[in-house]
């Protein structure tokens, strides 16, 4: 999700600030799209990187992958009145932050699930007109799931394929 909103942001002209724990996955993203790129593992206050890149202003949107005490630092890198949207919770099922950081932030914590129709198809067209191809990091045959499975433990840089042989009738 993290490496398609780089591209759809980055496709619209979009500033964007990511940010990971390895420094080779920043690299390949601002080789993608990314503006800036912020390694959470030697800024572990990552969005103290965020107001200085956006000059104290904030960022408009956060797309909150971790969850957890994560979300604390997104409402402190916000743009008051800014929108966090709620993806996955990858360091924690449950999130937590200071209710006088949400309201002061005046931020929206949105919940994304899936669209409209009309939304998607206006997604599709706008994924046509600019050539976004999904980021593919590696594919396995069918005979291999258990090493796509380890891969996708170890770490993957967009999706990992497992290929399935066609089926004839």
Do not use: C
């Amino acid at each position: 999700m993290s490496l398609f909103a780089i591209q759809l942001a980055s496709a619209a002209g979009a500033r964007t600030i990511v940010t990971s724990s390895s420094g080779e996955k920043l690299q390949r993203a601002i080789k993608l799209g990314a503006t800036h790129g912020v390694n959470r593992t030697i800024r572990p206050d990552w969005q103290n990187p965020v107001l200085e890149l956006t000059e104290g202003r904030g960022a408009d949107h956060i797309l909150e992958m971790a969850g957890g005490d994560n979300l604390a630092r997104s409402l402190q890198a916000i743009l008051p009145g800014g929108y966090i949207w709620m993806i996955g919770l990858l360091g924690a099922e449950h999130f937590a932050a200071p209710i006088l950081s949400l309201l002061a932030s005046r931020a929206s914590i949105v919940g994304i699930s899936s669209g409209h129709r009309r939304a998607l198809e206006d997604l599709v067209r706008v994924v046509d007109a600019k050539s976004i191809k999904p980021v593919i990091d590696a594919s396995y045959s069918f005979d291999r799931v258990p090493e796509a499975f380890a891969h996708l433990r170890r770490g993957a840089f967009g999706k990992i394929v497992v290929e399935v042989a066609e089926f004839e009738s």
